[in-house]
């Protein structure tokens, strides 16, 4: 078998223990899944998910990591911008199309009170978050500022709860919300 051709077929097996562990924690719980139980689940041995993911943590953590490198863009973006409407504009519409586009990962990532707890202890997204105050308020943000910008994170956790929009109108009333939240001096 060529490099090539090994390469992708890690990368296939990769993906299909994060979808499995993504579903089987929201069935399950976080804590109620082992990584044998993803293993069983795929057909394949334990060390073989041991492989590409040396602890649940991690392999936890990997599912986050599109979701922390899409917030990553969104800052740059909004950086870029001219003015602080438009830097707001960009931070809420992003993360609307974010939490939309990602609504499965997001809405499992909130439900289960065990696995949020580990994701915000091993998180980034309190420093993503804090970038963002930076971006939008500059280098001293007020306190109001920077709870306004650590709420789009409970926001976009609360899509969870509205199951019955399609997602234009998610993404419309999240984009409203953040925009909402954030103070515009």
């Known amino acids: 078998m060529s490099p ?3 390469a992708e077929q890690a990368r296939r097996t990769r993906a299909a223990i994060q979808e499995t562990a993504l579903a089987l924690f929201a069935t399950r719980g976080y804590d109620a899944t082992s990584l044998q139980d993803i293993a069983d689940e795929l057909g394949l041995t334990k060390a ?21 490198a899409r917030v990553s863009a969104i800052i740059e973006a ?3 911008q001219s003015s602080r409407q438009r830097r707001i504009d960009v931070v809420a519409e992003g993360f609307a199309d974010l939490t939309v586009g990602r609504r499965a990962t997001i809405s499992v990532l909130a439900a289960d ?8 202890a091993a998180s980034r997204m309190d420093d993503l978050l804090g970038q963002a105050a930076e971006v939008l308020y500059g280098e001293h943000p007020t306190p109001d500022q920077l709870l306004a910008v650590r709420a789009i994170a409970v926001v976009s956790d609360a899509i969870s709860a509205l199951p019955e929009l ?20």
């Not at 009170?113 to 915000?120: A, D, E």
């Open 4 to 6: 090539g051709v090994r």
């Open 78 to 80: 909004a950086a870029a």
């Open 113 to 120: 009170p065990v696995m949020h707890g580990r994701m915000k």
């Open 166 to 185: 399609g997602d234009d109108e998610a993404r419309e009333v999240l984009a409203r919300a953040v925009k909402r939240l954030l103070p515009r001096r």
């Open 48 to 68: 073989a998910v041991y492989y590409h993911f040396p602890s649940k943590l991690e392999l936890l953590q990997s599912i986050c990591e599109p979701v922390y």
